[in-house]
């Protein structure tokens, strides 16, 4: 069974960072391609970052590109996100996804494209 455990949400202050962090079971982790994607009450679930299996491509939303930063740990089948500089448009549930061999590109970067998801995690940013 595949599981996808985000965790690290919270609510912060416009200004400050936090740190979300995906657990992942169940699968060959350095196999997949990972990914956080967020969505907005009203809004579509959009992607806004990735990393391949080897770490050696990533892609980021002009939105968080320069303030977040995409990782990943394959001996402990994890990968992170760490947000700066936050903002109260930030504000939104985060997900972590996962795929097989994927590249990481903004026409690749969908949600169709990815088979395992977490729960989310819920970021909230006040002014």
């Known amino acids: 069974q595949v599981q996808v455990v985000e965790s690290g949400g919270g609510l912060v202050q416009a200004g400050e960072s936090l740190t979300l962090s995906c657990t992942v079971s169940?699968?060959?982790?350095?196999?997949?391609?990972m990914s956080w994607f967020r969505q907005a009450p009203g809004k579509e679930r959009e992607g806004i970052s990735c990393i391949t299996r080897r770490g050696d491509n990533t892609y980021y939303a002009e939105s968080v590109k320069g303030r977040f930063t995409i990782s990943r740990d394959n001996a402990k089948n994890t990968q992170d996100l760490q947000m700066n500089s936050l903002k109260p448009e930030d504000t939104a549930m985060y997900y972590c996804?996962?795929?097989?061999?994927?590249?990481?590109?903004?026409?690749?970067?969908?949600?169709?494209?990815?088979?395992?998801w977490g729960q989310g995690t819920q970021v909230t940013v006040s002014s």
């Open positions: 996804a996962a795929r097989a061999y994927g590249y990481c590109s903004e026409s690749s970067l969908r949600q169709y494209n990815f088979n395992y």
């Open positions: 169940g699968l060959k982790f350095d196999d997949y391609t």
